[in-house]
């Protein structure tokens, strides 16, 4: 039997008109920005290319397990982790957007694209349930499913302090490492069958139509990826399913981390509503004091992370697709100098994941403290001269 997870407490921010400004501005100049340029804030001929890149590459990887082109046992073993690579590729720069809708102006397409989820093994529609839980209340104790983990880590202070955190720095590599197996096996069908809430969403009742697909997806994921090639293959068994474990364990790490930097560091900030629900900000300044980007400058590693690593306009604005990050940040940037608001990066992301390992060690112990809110708390006070 599993505890109930998130909380009951309907939370909502509650701006002040000074912190409100500070938003409409920044809005303001986005959008000018892609009116200006005559552009969508969809996806656009580099992500169109991206899309097709990562089709093929998948198919291609996929054909040369499945005629058998490769049965060496380490040929196979790497072959599979490839695909396991490509997999997460479509996650960070397909799946991803789609599920927040901002691949295409048209529904369909997003949808469409957004089952790219179940085909690497997950599930669109609790995807979008969960990481819209995760978006809208960031780094909030309660309501963003991404820091519960069943008392497994201590990802906030509110998180009840049990000695095993003691080592959660030292255990942290191997079990982001089997989150992924854990996510294509378990995870789903824990949320699907045994969670009433997701974060603030309460009492939820999931369509019979989405059971359907949650099974068949998954019998379609085990089959292509296992018992096919358990079937067709001339490798042994032992072999197979050892090569099928292995495609989730480094690319479960790399996933996990990428994501983990952003949001748990060293720097971050850990609000909590009061009592009647409210947390005293603007969404945006929350995401300014609990989000930070890392590697922004590097083309081919924002390419290859589908600008997870740009991780505050993200948040910020969800709908955009990562393709315009860049550009968008620049904004950004602007408009918190001009307020006199921090925007938290990290230039390297081996910056970023010290930070992160010094959070989780900080969290480690049991009187630690994390200050609820940064600078932006001041914004609407008069500044002394
Ligand atoms: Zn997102």
């Given at each position: 039997m599993f505890n109930k997870m998130t909380s009951d407490k309907r939370v909502r921010f509650k701006s002040s008109p000074r912190k409100s400004e500070f938003f409409l501005t920044l809005r303001k100049r986005v959008d000018a920005y892609f009116e200006d340029n005559n552009i969508t804030p969809y996806a656009n001929t580099e992500m169109v290319i991206k899309t097709i890149v990562a089709i093929v590459s998948w198919v291609a990887t996929y054909a040369l397990i499945i005629t058998d082109t490769v049965s060496e046992p380490i040929p196979l073993i790497l072959t599979f982790l490839a695909l396991g690579f490509i997999n997460i590729f479509i996650a960070f720069n397909i799946m991803h957007d789609a599920t927040h809708d901002a691949?295409?102006?048209?529904q369909w397409i997003n949808d469409l694209l957004g089952y790219s989820m179940n085909f690497v093994g997950g599930n669109q529609y609790l995807f979008r349930r969960m990481h819209g839980a995760h978006h809208g209340y960031v780094n909030i104790h309660g309501i963003d499913?991404?820091?519960?983990?069943h008392g497994m880590f201590r990802f906030t202070p509110a998180e009840p302090w049990l000695p095993k955190h003691k080592y959660q720095h030292i255990y942290t590599p191997i079990l982001y490492s089997l989150a992924m197996i854990h996510w294509v096996t378990f995870k789903d069908f824990k949320w699907f069958?045994?969670?009433?809430?997701i974060g603030n969403q309460k009492k939820l009742n999931h369509p019979l139509r989405e059971y359907v697909i949650l099974i068949v997806s998954k019998l379609f994921y085990f089959g292509a990826l296992l018992a096919l090639p358990l079937y067709?293959?001339?490798?042994?068994a032992w072999l197979i399913i050892l090569a099928f474990i292995n495609m989730h364990l480094l690319p479960s790490l790399v996933f996990a981390l990428i994501f983990q930097v952003t949001h748990v560091y060293d720097g971050t900030h850990y609000p909590l509503p009061d009592?009647?629900?409210?947390?005293?900000?603007n969404y945006a300044l929350h995401v300014l004091e609990t989000t930070a980007d890392f590697a922004r400058q590097s083309k081919i590693g924002s390419w290859l992370m589908g600008g997870i690593n740009i991780h505050v306009v993200h948040h910020i604005f969800?709908?955009?697709?990562?393709?315009?990050y860049p550009a968008i940040t620049k904004i950004l940037i602007e408009v918190a100098e001009e307020y006199g608001v921090e925007y938290q990066e990290n230039e390297t992301f081996t910056e970023a994941l010290v930070k992160h390992m010094s959070m989780l060690k900080h969290l480690s112990k049991p009187d630690a403290t994390v200050p609820q809110y940064g600078p932006s708390q001041y914004l609407d006070q008069p500044v002394s001269v």
């Open positions: 691949y295409s102006s048209k499913v991404t820091l519960e983990t069958f045994m969670e009433a809430n067709l293959l001339s490798a042994p009592d009647k629900g409210n947390i005293e900000n969800p709908r955009v697709c990562h393709v315009h």
